[in-house]
């Protein structure tokens, strides 16, 4: 067994839970196929080192035992046959079983986030964002009132934020019809809210910036969306877009989160938050009464003569 040397590799318990969801060996399925040369934690150790540490496919080290072509390959079909996909589902029903909640949240957060794109991103994947002034992809999360991602789509840039949302959200109400309610900004307001309701029977609510507020202030709910997308940027691999392929983007995003979900699952639940906080008995407005000390006698002709000084 290889030494676990790096921060990104999986500890014995991440592995417990990832191990039971990656998809059967090839060898094993009906149809036939050769057997796996390379440990299967291996390889996701590899695909987790690129992914945290940004480094380019070629650079895998070689400690891991694994030809990067290898590496690269794994990374390719499951994200290709929508392993990747279900894995990252059910890790996120299990968080939301271990922290005690529903494992299907009525209930989401959307919202974009722009990076710049390398020069290995293509002029037709990519595009300028004029409110941020970035040139390269924009990334659209939905995630729920833990933070948790459902969705994450990549696009160019260039669109305002309503238009890939109802591609976005017509995604959600196929894979969870049972979401009811969202919020976002003030940028997915118009008449996406009322699309939303007609057609997939979803009322999309909107958090604007308070009239007062000057620079940064943490608004109700669009918090939550903001804390998921520092996690993004945790993962140097998601600093900035490299990849050819928007497919790619998503599944190094999918595959942060993945991360993140199963550290998370080998530490103990989170407690759920009681909101509103519980209001507190209303006291009696009677003076309380002053407190006296009794002091012998020669203590307290002491004290006397050291004040009349």
């Known amino acids: ?37 390379h440990p299967r934690r291996n390889v996701v150790d590899a695909i987790r080192y690129v992914n945290d540490n940004g ?15 290898t590496v690269y390959g794994f990374f390719q079909r499951w994200r290709a046959s929508g392993d990747l996909a279900r894995i990252h589902a059910e890790l996120h029903q299990q968080v939301r079983l271990h922290d005690g909640l529903n494992p299907r949240t009525v209930a989401v957060i959307l919202d974009s986030q ?126 900035r877009d490299y990849e050819r392929l928007i497919s790619h983007s998503e599944a190094h995003l999918t595959w942060t989160f993945i991360t993140l979900m199963a550290r998370r699952l080998t530490r103990p639940p989170r407690p759920p938050r009681s909101w509103p906080h519980p209001v507190e008995p209303a006291t009696t407005t009677t003076r309380p009464k002053p407190i006296r000390i009794r002091m012998q006698q020669p203590q307290a002709i002491r004290l006397a003569k050291t004040a009349l000084r």
Request: proline residues 8%; hydrophobic residues 40%; aromatic residues 8%.
């Open 1 to 37: 067994m290889r030494e676990r040397r790096y921060p990104s590799d999986t500890t014995n318990p991440e592995w417990a839970v990832l191990e039971p969801l990656l998809p059967v060996p090839a060898c094993r399925q009906p149809t036939g196929g050769r057997p796996e040369k």
């Open 55 to 69: 480094v380019k496919w070629r650079a895998v080290p070689v400690d891991f035992g694994i030809p990067w072509r």
């Open 114 to 239: 722009s990076v710049k794109g390398a020069e290995t991103v293509g002029a037709d994947t990519r595009g300028f964002d004029g409110g941020k002034l970035i040139n390269g992809r924009k990334r659209h999360l939905i995630v729920d009132m833990r933070g948790m991602p459902l969705t994450v789509m990549v696009t160019p840039a260039s669109p305002h934020d309503s238009i890939p949302a109802r591609d976005q959200l017509f995604r959600l109400s196929l894979t969870h019809p049972e979401v009811t309610v969202a919020w976002a900004d003030s940028a997915y307001g118009g008449t996406l809210i009322n699309w939303a309701h007609s057609t997939l029977g979803l009322t999309l609510k909107t958090v604007p910036r308070r009239k007062d507020q000057d620079g940064f202030a943490v608004l109700a709910k669009r918090w939550r969306v903001e804390r998921a997308i520092s996690w993004i940027m945790r993962a140097r691999r998601n600093v």
